[in-house]
């Protein structure tokens, strides 16, 4: 919900494999937090931008996803479409 799209020297965005590896990295882990069942949220990323989607059942779980990610996506933007149900 911040962060701006990190852009490479040319203009793009960061090439296919580096967004592969970053969105293995967030699964990864949101697994090891403990807190999420798997597959409660899906981590997907497009033109620089992280979006979680999913549901959980507390806030409290929303908000480790969202810390997890953000962790790791460095200057790319997240979005938290993550529902507490």
Known sequence: ????????????????????????AVAQALRATGRLSSGQVDVSASNGTVKLQGRVGSYYQKQVAQTAALQLIGNRRLVNEVEVE
């Open 1 to 24: 919900m911040h962060n701006t799209p990190r852009q490479t020297p040319e203009g793009q965005f960061p090439p296919p494999a580096e967004e592969a590896r970053m969105l293995g």
